[in-house]
């Protein structure tokens, strides 16, 4: 099943029939006609998710349901309540071993090996000998390759989804390369502490068909996690800088900025608050523009409440608006 | 008494006369030898500080040296304790008219007029004609013009000195409109909002010899103040549309970003956002270098505690440091 | 349909038939009998709310219950699980041109035409010529008039209901103005802060069937906007004095009391802290008092939790309680 | 020494003999002429302070001049600096059962016997005959009537003065009742609440030469001390009514409002509410005026920082300003 | 019906016949077979709950099944969805005399007698006669004992159950004392203090079918009730040490630890900060050990959202966890 | 100069020649007599300080005395305004390499060396064999040993003297094992965690005659060291359980308990919490033992404000107390 082949739930159109698989993401047995009952589940792909309906052998299909599966569907596409549904005939679990599972999360809408370029150029860019083997050695390593070209930025906040690390990442640490020279920080090592901020985050989080914390994520965090990482390969180089160590090791340490969002320390060079501070940035305005673009009712001048903003965000752009 | 021929205090060296005009910043007389009592005094120039001891006369000259006088002072520069001091023979007020207030207060490293310069490039590469025109109103407004040139930014955090504004607005625009670029933010908003926002410290900080608020700067604030300017002169202009109206409104009301810092709206759009955020991205690094290279002891690895940062910062620059 | 023929819904019996119209406030289609569906909206007028449940053409009125709309409704009123329903047979969208919007939402207990009296007798009272002159350009405006009389205090807070804010205004002014002569005040900025403190409000809530934030309202804000208002109307008055205009905008900027609330200023008068406070505390009486009085079931001796206040409210009344 | 005939420290003039006692606030023994030391204290009477100089017997006098003590002085006030200071000749301890703690300790403006019939009159009006002989037997205990017409209010806030409790008091009371009329809340539950908020300061507070908290205070507290109390007396009246003690003793527990100002409870009835907010604007209005009244120079437009309300206060009343 | 041969819903089993008693927690009427509706409820005893289904009479039972009422019941235990369900035939209400509460509200793990023991065996031990004179007044009053052996430490978060507060006394006592010791405080003031510190919850929380908030608890609290009761049995006895129940009072007035946590003090003395930080230690160990063992689902890495602790408990013990 | 011969502040009597070495701690030139001037520094031994005068060759000896300096002394002991004062007529720096450290700052009251030996019995009783070995490879390196046994552990709060760390992390060992066994929490996890707790202060703070932070302190923070060299031990050793890892680190990652303690994980187990809660209790009340025996005026009953608790502390002792 080649995702070319696929029918993506943003394609569907009433009246058809489907022969699909998607992932389940919530499944309720629900009281229904006749006295029996009928199961309502949510299923979806990368690219949206639809409600669907089993009517017949319940029973049997409510473990098939069970959120976090992906199955094969055959049933019908109907329009109700200004809404597409599912009304399905058949389903079967599909084996995990086929399941191709970047087509059951959102991704980035750049393409990861770009990015990856990108990143890899960034480094080249570092001119410290020390800091440049450092990252080289680090970034070729094939674990964190495949594990960082696919690893979200978070569960549900900002960069939810596949390749969001990769895409933040990039981002942070281009405009913080730009910002260090406007401000006189030093660069290097800004973009050395950009491109680790959130290494971490390739253990912490897991891209099944969701996204889930991992034990090690809970326990130990991202941010202690890449520290350790990244003084194991810092010992494996001959003579590294213990200033240049300090100095990196200190913007990780405090890259959350304040105590209160779990920061161990705060930036006390200007490199470390730069980079605290562009990362904030990046993620609040990727927060927001999720905000402004999510679930496609462009047509109304506010966003739903956004809980990761804590407030609601105003749609409506410059230029485009009514001139009341 | 003309700048080029100014002895500064930066300049001063033990073991010679001086005759030359300070701004007092602290005075006060203190039990001496044989009972008697004497004055000492802190007096400044733009470049620094001393202390200044006045053993005779002390009844008549401590209403000479009253905190905020310029006097023009003969005396004798003398090495005490580490630190210069000058003993004064002669002191006299120079009348208010004669002062030169530049002298007397710390500058801008930039020369205002290259600012005002880029400012003005600034405005020019606007393209919304509605924004360029209102720019182009405020601040050719010869008031503004004359007051934004000398205004300072704060009254002792980052930027407090002459000029601080224009430096602080002018890095502010710079790099939020390369932001606005990079995010996708709408470019004229976005350099209109930090252009503005904030112009209300024209009026809420005088720049005497020293900083302080204005009746207006306490009772209203120079978020209010600039808000009422700009839509008096939005009110001039024929057919501002409503809609940018109320978006330019919108980034000045939130720029301080929450509540708490009174702040009377939240940021409800991606410009009003980066706004906000480059605005204290720029004055926490402006506070953190301003930390760092304060008092020239910079053989001192950290600096002493930082009001403004709540924190010590460390001084040693990468590349310079001592390799443990 | 003029109000006095109207049947409203704290009037309902049980097997009564019905024909009048209502507001929709919430509309559900769900799974009912046979496997078909059925409608279940909650509809409403100025007096209470009550369940209304469709079984037929389902499809069709599901278009006309959305939310917000006045519907024209024949049916039945029945009795079921202890609460009213009405059963409804025929159902159409009333035209918005034939809709009475003071028939759908609460109401002040007070006429309001005696309650914009007592302002104006407290315009009347105000002896500073210059005040006295815009308190009454400002509330003879016919757009501040009408607007002022109808528009609610809050979307759901304490006097979330149509003249509230005028009901809220003329308590808060008619307390502060007893408390300005006990605690020596000024008696005329009292009045007049207390007259113009949430003016913004008439352009930050919009009244139609239900209270909604304007897009102003969330963009800048009512105090931002009722101090552009009166700054303007300032303007326009002859040699108005500059520290009246200073004391008077400081209220209005100040009344919030603290930044956390949204205020960009602190209280620094006598008069502004009491304009504060006495706004805070007629706030917080009358939310207590909502609570105790809402939804009739007087005989619990505990309100359900408020959100308002954070708490439970004790509804025993002294005097009338059990003496355990 | 009678206080008609005493020579209060508001009257002192330069050049003038002086020989009358006064309360040592301060002491410090300094370096001073030919290497020996002299000593410098501030001494005072509850109209004001006054710096006194002691050049001979430092070492004899310096325990005469314990912080605490009232000495007998003689001496010659001089002015020095601008400002007025004793030159102390001969100084003695006075005798603790000769001093009149009145004299050095700031009083109400307004006369205790007075403030103590108003407080009386109140009780009169109240309907509840409960309350009524619950509130007589409490305040004509002879120990609360002597300690409560001198107690202040506080050790260094609002009210912290002799008799400043009873000002106080008398004040929310009065307020608090006809606010209980405008708001629908039970009157004599109000009045009784607000005579008896802060009864527990009689024990917490101790005012001897200066205000001090005693061990009690400190450990348990006024609010606690004053429930204690309460509730003994109750416990002595016949049938007092179960209701009428719960919401009494309610009002008590939540008259400071919220948890983190020390409030056990937060208030749960109109009653409470009313008494807890009328307290609090009586502190800050009785705070706002003693900042803008205190030390005399009401010429300057800001009083110095305020630590109680947390800001600067403009001064400047309405009328009276500058036209600028 | 005596405990020996009830059913416990922990022993239900699928296809039995079932004729018990149990109390009703929650009740809803909901749509179901051909437009009849059907009776859903949650019935529970102090060994579980579980979901009760009434198909006839709903109109009549609905009466019956009113939360907090117990009700006898014939049905059939079923399978449904993974889950237990009782399908009742009938159900009648009995009489509140005839019901045991003890069977229906969970249980300290502990016998409350021995607990009792416990507790009178700590009393035993204290050295200080007045200490032990008082507190085996208080602890022999019997309604004391009565409600004491059984009354909940919470409503809701830890020792929320039948004798959950003299669990946590005990606990709290054990523990406070060998700290005591350890940290050199007074072992006869800690006990006292320890075993007093949640008395008032005995007259705070009522332990019907459910556990609920007495008007008194939510009125005054049972910090004040309890200090109020202990300061009346201090005064019964002979000449108890001013400064014993000075420090006595201080421990339970401080023993919530911070003024935000509704303590009227904070600790001031060791024996104070012990009590405080012993007692939030067994919370907060009992709501941790509550969290992991909770629902039986223990085979989960991850308890869900524990609301108490604010968090998410890793309930893998230390030794069974797989070595990945 | 050993430690048996040496003269201790706590020894020095008025009118005695002395002659000792000293730590300078604060020193200061002042304007003295006939014009001249004078040095007033503070030095101090473990056992207090004091304040010394130079009259003489101030210009010379100003250097001399250095803050940070250790300085041998000849001079007269005297009494001055109830203190003794040191006036010095020779002094000259003591070269480091002579300086014996213990002598200059404040030690545990404990011998480091039972202490130690208390240390390993803990170890000595780990059941897990994993755990133990990685204790005793942790405590057996010889840096650790050393730097273990004098480090304070804190720069000014609890525990701020040699050996501090030690005392600390015994107690809370012995505190937490025994907790364990009452709570059901896993024994050797929680020894192995409290051990380590604050192995990282070792490196965080330096032991010279003053507590001084380090770079790396300042920078990376204990917690980040420690966890860094557990982990790194941890590599050393054989197949080391990854669950085991992971709960230990857990627990160093947590032990501050919350985010705003500078803790980047919340305890999420038994163990973790249990080691934060007895870590933060032993802190607490050695802070509170430390404010009460200060200063020796233990006959005042309040301790002057303590910083570290943020309140006055009772000192009155239990029985030896007054009974008013």
Redesign the interface.
């Known amino acids: 099943m080649s995702r070319q082949q696929r029918t993506w739930i943003k394609d569907l159109k009433a009246g058809t029939e489907i022969e699909e698989s998607f992932v389940v993401r919530t499944s309720d ?10 199961l309502a589940a949510t299923i979806g792909d990368r690219t949206g998710e639809v409600t669907a309906l089993v009517w017949q052998n319940v029973e049997r299909l ?1 473990e098939v349901f069970e959120p976090g599966n992906v199955v094969a569907v055959i049933g019908q596409v109907q329009r109700y ?1 200004q809404q597409l549904q599912v009304v399905v005939r058949k389903a079967e679990t599909v084996a995990d071993d086929q399941v191709e599972h970047e087509d059951f999360v959102r991704s980035s809408a750049v393409d990861p090996e770009l990015l990856w370029k990108t990143l890899n150029s960034l480094i080249e860019g570092v001119a ?1 000998a020390n800091l440049k083997q450092l990252l080289f050695r680090i970034f070729s390593d094939p674990e964190v390759e495949r594990l960082f070209k696919v690893a979200p930025a978070a569960r549900s906040m900002h960069h939810a989804f596949r390749s969001g690390l990769l895409e933040h990442t990039v ?1 942070v640490t ?2 913080a390369k ?2 260090a020279s ?5 660069q ?2 800004v973009v050395a502490g950009a491109l680790l901020h959130d290494l971490g985050k390739i253990w912490e989080l897991e891209l099944g068909p969701s996204i889930e914390y991992t ?2 994520g ?4 991202h ?2 996690m890449e ?2 990482y990244v ?2 390969r810092i ?1 494996e180089l001959d003579k590294f ?4 160590r ?2 990196l ?2 913007i990780l ?1 405090a890259h959350h900025g304040e ?8 930036p ?4 470390a ?2 980079v605290h ?2 990362d ?2 990046d993620s ?2 990727a927060g ?2 999720e905000a ?1 673009t999510a679930d496609g009712s462009d047509d109304e ?2 966003t739903p409440y956004s809980r990761i903003l804590g ?4 749609r ?4 485009g ?4």
Chains 1, 2, 3, 4, 5, 6 share one sequence.
């Open positions: 047995v629900r009281q229904g006609r006749g006295g029996g009952s009928y409510r309540n410290d981002s281009t405009v730009n910002l406007h401000y006189g920080a030093d290097d090592l034990d090690d809970r326990l130990l965090g941010l202690p520290v350790l003084e194991e010992g800088p213990a200033e240049t300090r100095l090791l200190h340490l105590f209160e969002y779990g920061s161990p320390r705060r006390k060079t200007p490199e608050l730069l501070m562009v904030n940035l609040k305005m927001m523009w402004i001048a506010w407030r609601f965000v105003y409506r752009r410059p230029g608006g009514t001139e009341d």
